[in-house]
């Protein structure tokens, strides 16, 4: 699809729902596609129908890779909390014609996919090697004697 009829499509959807930034829209275009990449191709090299869980890690993984650590900054400041707000963003773009979906496919299927935090912030918090405290020491696990 030309960028400019996505634009305009994506002005109409912001108009009726104004709970995402429009920019959110293009992310998740971005990440479809990043997803159908990385996903194994059909054996005919027809495309492959990416399911909601899918989906999701493929959002996860092309934020990370696109914004890093910044990543859950940039989603909650387009509004996007939970992963069902991917969900919400998906079925708006299925409702305009943009995307497809199959009988099985729901808005469900977005529901509590992975917590925020763990998704964008666990990897870039500071590894603990070695179970060793801030001062280099090993933790004890057992009663001292």
Excluded: C
């Amino acid at each position: 699809m030309h960028e400019n009829a996505f634009a305009k499509i994506v002005e109409r959807i912001h108009e009726q729902d104004s709970r995402y930034d429009p920019e959110t829209y293009f992310f998740v275009r971005e990440a479809l596609d990043y997803t159908s990449r990385t996903l194994k191709k059909p054996a005919q090299g027809d495309r492959r129908h990416v399911t909601g869980q899918e989906l999701l890690e493929g959002i996860r993984a092309y934020a990370i890779q696109e914004y890093g650590p910044l990543a859950l900054t940039v989603l909650t400041a387009w509004g996007v909390k939970h992963t069902e707000d991917f969900g919400n963003i998906v079925f708006n773009l299925v409702q305009s014609g943009v995307l497809g979906k199959t009988d099985r496919d729901q808005r469900d299927d977005f529901t509590n996919g992975y917590d925020f935090h763990d998704a964008f912030t666990k990897p870039y918090l500071p590894k603990n090697p070695l179970n060793r405290d801030l001062s280099g020491k090993a933790f004890s696990h057992g009663r001292s004697r």
